[in-house]
């Protein structure tokens, strides 16, 4: 139940297309839904975030759209780019419980 | 702001070695955590301190595994002893107050122990 599915383990993108990564949790407790993106090397960095009481929050070409009943959330990349190409990590926080889950990374590439 | 910085960033150690990562978080942030990296594991919390008291250390695999914050600007992981399944990238991360959800990394320890 402090698990959060991901998928797809990898993806390779063309140059301005979309990329879409898929998330979903069990634990209804989980009140933050954050996103990492990690280059090689390098730690996590927080992309964005959304809240249960939000279905969709849009920064810059990155979107995340949240469905509460299904217990899914999504990013989606728009006119992705190479230099987007990285680890991208989905995350579950429960700050009462003190649950952060992790998922297990999505590898993207982005072909020039 | 420099960031979270962490000391090594490599160590490589002979099995039965005492280790210890270092840990100086981002200054003004009152959570510290610490994570394991691995391929088969992904990214694991192992602790999680709040004002420099461990909050939850249900995440530390082992007795081996101990974890200290002796004030707001330094924490430490001690693996004694030392074993190869042991060997990840640890990351340290600190959050302000009342914001555990935005924890800033660091730029990671990577341990191998052969």
């Known amino acids: 139940q402090q698990q959060v599915k991901q998928s797809p383990q990898s993806l390779i993108v063309q140059k301005g297309g979309i990329s879409i990564i898929n998330c979903a949790y069990e634990?209804?407790?989980?009140?933050?839904f954050p996103w990492y993106q990690q280059f090689p090397g390098k730690g996590p960095a927080l992309l964005i975030a959304?809240?249960?009481?939000?279905s969709e929050k849009k920064e810059g070409r990155f979107t995340i759209s949240f469905n509460k009943s299904a217990k899914q959330f999504s990013l989606h990349i728009m006119d992705s780019q190479p230099g987007d190409s990285a680890t991208y990590f989905c995350?579950?926080?429960?700050?009462?419980?003190?649950?952060?889950?992790f998922g297990p990374g999505t590898r993207l590439s982005v072909l020039p | 702001d420099a960031g979270v910085i962490q000391s090594p960033r490599h160590e490589v150690t002979e099995m039965g070695q005492e280790v210890t990562l270092r840990c100086k978080p981002i200054?003004?942030?009152?959570?510290l955590f610490w994570y394991r990296q691995t391929m088969m594991r992904g990214l694991e919390l192992l602790i999680y301190?709040?004002?420099?008291?461990?909050?939850?250390d249900s995440g530390m695999p082992e007795d081996r595994f101990s974890a200290k914050m002796p004030n707001a600007s330094f924490s430490t992981l001690k693996i004694q002893p030392s074993e190869p399944r042991d060997s990840a990238v640890y990351f340290c991360?600190?959050?302000?107050?009342?914001?555990?959800?935005?924890?800033?990394f660091g730029p990671g320890t990577r341990l191998t122990v052969t």
């Open positions: 634990n209804t407790a989980f009140d933050y």
């Open positions: 200054s003004g942030h009152n959570s």
């Open positions: 991360a600190s959050s302000y107050p009342d914001e555990p959800y935005e924890q800033y």
């Open positions: 995350a579950a926080f429960d700050n009462y419980g003190q649950n952060f889950v």
């Open positions: 301190f709040n004002n420099n008291v461990p909050i939850d």
């Open positions: 959304i809240r249960p009481d939000v």
